[in-house]
Structures are given as C-alpha cells and as structure tokens.
C-alpha cells in the first residue's frame, strides 16, 4: 500500500513544500528592496556592498584629522553597523545570489574597516594623551580617564608624577585595574585597557560559518546537477570532504592579519524521477522536490560520517578556535610612550608634534631579554549581559601566529560573585575570555509547539539554562532565559529579529544552543543519517502550524537511521498535556506511530494498533489530524515555515539532545 501511494504522497508533499520556494524568493526580493531603498534614502551613508562606495568612505575617514574620542566613537558606531550588513549578507545570501568575487570583496571591506576602525582608536588614545591635564586625578596628579558607549570601553591611565607608590590602580567605573612592575612606575608611561564588546581580532572564518540555506536552481540547472551527482558520486563525496575553514585565497592585510574567503560544501541531489532502489542506494543524499529547490548545508551534518583524519592542534598552550570562542569582547591591554604634552604660554597652548603616532614601550626591554622581569597584574570585572557557566579560559592574541594561546599568563583568581578575574602576564597582551562552545550541549530536552496563527514557540532545556524562541511571521524573539529560574540577558530579550540575528546576539551572550561544523567532536551526541535529520526538520517546519514536537527518550536507542520525537495536534496556545503526546519514527522516507509510550520498559519499532506506514511525515500525521489542524497547515505562510526550519535546522535538536 505504501509503494502504491508513494508517488500521490510525495507529489502532495512537493506542492506543500512550493513554500520554501515562495520564502526563499520573497527574501530574495526584500533584499533587492532594501538595496533600492537605500540608494533612494541618499542619507550619506555607504552601501557597503559597493566598492566604490565603501572604498570613498574608507579614504575619507583616512584623511579626516579630527581626533576628538567622542566623534571617532559615534564614527565606529557607523563602522561597527557596516561590518555587521556585510556580515549579514554573508551568513544570509544562498549561495545562487553570490559570486565567489563577492564573498572575497565582502570579507576583504570587513577587514579593512576593522582595521581603520583600530587605527582611529589609537588616534583618538593619541590625542588624549597630549591634554592629560584635563583628566589628572587631584588625589594622584596622575591622568585617569574612562571613555565609554555601547561598543567600547577607553580606560587610559597617565604616569604623570611617577612615583613607586601609584604603580596601581583601579578605573572606578568599569572596575578595571592594574598593578605594574617598579620599573614602569618609574618610566613616563601610559596604561590603556581598550576593552572591545565585539571581537575584531579572531579569524574572520569564525564569525562566518552559516548553518544550512535553501538554494533556488531553475529547472535545467537542478537537472544538471542530479546527473552529476548520480553519475560522479565520488567526486559529489570529495567536495563534501573538503576543510571548509580552509583559505581558498588569502590577501595580507596592513595590520597583518589575513584576509580569507570560504567555500561552502554541500551535498545535495534533486529528486528527480528516482526509483525506490536509486532511493535505497543514496541514503546518505537527500532528495529534493524537483520544483527547484536545493538544499545546501554545512558539513556540520555530513563531515561527521567521514573517516578522514583531521589535522590536530599539537601545541597545547593553542587555543582550539572550534572548542571554545572569545564571549565578553576583547581587552586590548597596552603600555604606551607618553607623548610631548601640551605647554600653556600666556594665552597659547603649545604641543610638539611627532611622526611616529601612538609608540608602544618596551616591556620586558628588548635588549635584556634573558633577564627576569616582574609581571604585571591585571583585574577585569566582566560584562553583566554576558554569561559565563564557567571560569572562563583567559587567552592572548599571537600577531605572529594568527591564534589565541594560554601561555603567558598565570596566577589566575576568578571571582564568581564579584564577576571578575585577576592574573598575571610577563609582557602586554590582547586578552580574550574564552568559552567552551558546548556547555549547553548535548540538550536535556527541546519543545516546538504552534500558539497561534503563523506563531510558535521553540524551547529549549539545557544543562545551565532554559531558552525560549517564539517565532511569529517571518522574525523570531528572544523571549527569556532562565538560569537557575531566574531570567537573565534581559538586554537582548523582546526584540524581534532574523533568525540569523538571533544566533550571532546569543552567542555573544555566551548562551551557545547552535551546534557548529565540528561539534560532534567535543560533544556525545546521538548521530543521526542527514537524510533522516534534513526530511524531518523540513516536514516539521512544514506542519509545526497546527502540531507540536517534542524530544523523546527513544531518539537515543533508535539507531543512525531514524529518528523518533513525540507529535500531538496543538489548535490551542497553552501547554500539551503528557497524555496528548504520541510516538512517531522517521527515516526520512518511511514514517510510522509507534505503539510505545514515554513511559515504556523498551524500545519497540511495532506500529501503533489501526495505523500503517506513509512515505512521509504529514501524510503520517494526516490519519489521525482534525480537518481544522489539515486546513491550519495548507494556509500556513511560507515565511512562518521557513523561520520554523531555520531555527530547526540551527539548533539540530534530533542530533543534540
């Protein structure tokens, strides 16, 4: 029976599923939108995907002398939103809608903006400290100032008098501090903490990896590329096998970092009048309505089922950059030479003026490098919209070898309630508080149910925090997270965003439930067959409208090849009721109703009394669904499905639970 409605079922399926289509164009066309609304608003500001534009913009910026901090911070601010538009077009854009010489033009302006942005703070830390007598400290007669807004923070202390007994001291707003060696309490010095809330330093690639897109192909070019793929299946394995995080080009720029543009894999094959033994043969491969839609994802689902090895990082003072990641921003920690200061002559202000601009001071002194030198100590109080659930890993930026290492740096206290670390370090380093990745995974347990029309809630449970989502049209919002029951980041909290917003906003939080490329090596996961996991959290998506999902106990013990989670009809907005729930298992092409509870003694694949298989999930959950539930997904609006799938597909809740 279930072979002879195949081809009904899926043909109903593939108009059902028209709607990642119709998504994928209107986003399509919002972005052509916006673009013209833009060149129509002529505000001034740059179209950053426009060379020329960003390019005039850069140069202006250059040759503007002004270096007063306020106007250089509101500038950066109008930086920082330029870099996250790029940025955003990246993780956000199908690969169909972007050339290669467009991906490397965005990362190269990202880059260079970075890097004017640095140059202009160290312009404005310049001119600060030539007016030192503005900010002296009447207690010290030492300078001390802090300069903050939402993007960064300046705390820049003067060594004016230079007496030994002020060689510490403690930037009372921020609660930064430092105690130095005698040798620099003595020396015409300036200390300055410029503490970042983003982080400009990592590699770029760390800030770009996407999770799966949909891709729109006409009907000839999806043809093509099924004969492709069934004709060269090695090579279709080989490109998916590929180091995606490898350089395909790299440009040096001027502050020595490198500029690197990324390929994404994927492995993908339209559906294309294929038998049931073609089926069988490409369980590893997902098939793809021949409308024209093609599924392109990260290898995050796919590299784990291949046995090559990987390079492994052999110094351990190296930080792994796929383990753990920098949350809190980035604390660039100098000690400078205090520049000429200005003279009062009668009615004159005078100032010599040098070429070489902000100059670093030696320390430790190069010409006594076997020498011992005293540490410094610092003390950085942490952000209280950022979560650290554990003492986090306190690293330095290596300039020469592009990474963030642990050595250097000792001594270590971490203050748990007063939210701040102090160490020590033999030399002035960047310094990055970095996080495992995967403290929130695997889940305890995760819940996607409908509360109204094109509205859902996701909720996902966790070892250190409870995180809701709900998703409403084409946006999703941040509704709470609560830890140790009580609600937390309530900074980011009721703001409906994109769903590609809504992971970089968490994750800056330090709240990571976004599994990455190679998570799979740091967490004890459930595996599961990318056919099964991509077909489910499409079918999901498709009826999450009028059904709800949940996790199940069972996921664990049925195997690589299906997946199992709970399904009750939800028509209303409140909780399901455990009794409402039943057990369904998915393959990606065969669904059935299992006859086991949650509660049962074990695992059993025997089907449910007066139920039988179906080729795919809706038809599944068809012969037990009211006529209202059937209605309620047939009118679903396809931005509501999508969003549903990204977050799905985002968070993969059947591989990480």
């Not at 705390?155 to 001291?169: E, M, Q, S």
């Not at 038998?275 to 490409?282: A, L, N």
Request: charged content about 25%; some cysteine.
């Amino acid at each position: 029976q279930d072979r002879e409605r195949r081809e009904f079922e899926l043909a109903e399926l593939h108009s059902l599923e028209r709607k990642f289509l119709s998504a994928q164009q209107w986003k399509t066309d919002d972005r052509a939108h916006a673009k013209w609304e833009h060149y129509l608003s002529c505000d001034g500001s740059p179209d950053p995907t426009v060379l020329q534009e960003i390019n005039t913009f850069m140069s202006l910026w250059r040759e503007d002398q002004n270096e007063d901090i306020q106007l250089v911070m509101e500038k950066g601010e109008q930086v920082l939103n330029l870099i996250e538009k790029l940025q955003f077009i990246l993780l956000d854009t199908p690969p169909n809608e972007i050339t290669e010489k467009e991906t490397v033009q965005y990362q190269e302006s990202i880059l260079e903006l970075q890097n004017l942005l640095h140059q202009k703070y160290n312009g404005a830390t310049e001119h600060l400290l030539k007016v030192t007598s503005m900010y002296e400290d009447s207690d010290t007669g030492n300078m001390q100032a802090v300069i903050k807004d939402k993007n960064v923070t300046f705390c820049i202390w003067a060594n004016l008098k230079k007496k030994a007994r002020f060689k510490n001291h403690i930037f009372y707003d921020t609660q930064h501090g430092f105690d130095l060696p005698k040798s620099l309490a003595m020396s015409s010095v300036a200390v300055r903490i410029l503490h970042t809330y983003y982080d400009h330093v990592s590699p770029l690639w760390l800030h770009c990896q996407s999770v799966p897109k949909l891709e729109v192909l006409d009907s000839k070019e999806l043809t093509q590329h099924s004969k492709d793929n069934v004709e060269e299946p090695e090579e279709e394995e080989k490109t998916v096998r590929k180091e995606p995080n490898m350089p395909t080009e790299e440009e040096t720029c001027s502050d020595g970092r490198k500029s690197i543009s990324f390929k994404e894999n994927s492995n993908s094959i339209a559906d294309i009048n294929e038998t049931e033994e073609e089926i069988e043969k490409k369980s590893e491969i997902l098939d793809i309505p021949s409308q024209g839609i093609r599924l392109v994802f990260m290898c995050s689902i796919t590299k784990e089922e291949t046995n090559e090895k990987e390079e492994a990082i052999t110094d351990e003072n190296i930080v792994d950059l796929q383990q753990f990641v920098p949350v809190g921003g980035v604390y660039h920690i100098d000690v400078l030479q205090l520049p000429p200061q200005v003279k009062q002559i009668k009615d004159w202000s005078m100032v010599e003026l040098l070429d070489v601009g902000l100059e670093a001071y030696p320390y430790p002194p190069e010409e006594a490098e076997d020498a011992t030198h005293p540490p410094l100590q610092i003390t950085l109080r942490l952000l209280d919209n950022v979560m650290y659930f554990e003492d986090p890993v306190i690293a330095r930026w290596d300039p020469a070898g592009q990474q963030w290492r642990t050595d250097g740096i000792s001594n270590i206290m971490y203050e748990t309630q007063e939210k701040s670390i102090t160490f020590e370090m033999g030399a002035f380093y960047t310094i990055a508080l970095l996080q495992d990745a995967h403290l929130n995974m695997p889940y305890q347990a995760w819940e996607l149910r409908p509360t109204g029309t094109d509205e859902a809630l996701l909720i996902v449970t966790t070892v250190f925090a409870t995180i809701q989502i709900q998703i409403k049209g084409n946006q999703c919002m941040l509704s709470s997270v609560l830890v140790e029951e009580k609600d937390v980041l309530s900074h980011v909290t009721g703001k409906w965003i994109s769903p590609v917003d809504l992971r970089a906003v968490l994750k800056k939080a330090g709240v990571n439930i976004f599994p990455g490329e190679y998570s799979y090596k740091y967490v004890s996961v459930n595996k599961k067959a990318a056919v099964a996991e991509i077909r489910a959290y499409q079918q999901m998506a498709l009826v999450a409208s009028a059904f709800a999902f949940a996790w199940s106990k069972w996921n664990l013990e049925a195997g690589q090849e299906q997946v199992v989670f709970k399904v009750s009809e939800h028509l209303q907005a409140d909780s399901v009721i455990d009794k409402d729930w039943s057990l369904y298992m998915f393959n990606g092409q065969k669904a059935q109703k299992l006859k086991i509870t949650e509660t049962s003694e074990a695992f059993s694949e025997e089907l449910e009394e007066d139920s039988e298989f179906h080729s795919t999930l809706y038809h599944m959950l068809k012969d037990f669904a009211s006529k209202e539930a059937i209605d309620k997904v047939e009118t679903a609006s396809f931005l509501f499905i999508d969003v549903v799938y990204q977050l799905l597909l985002a968070t993969r809740v059947l591989t990480y639970s």
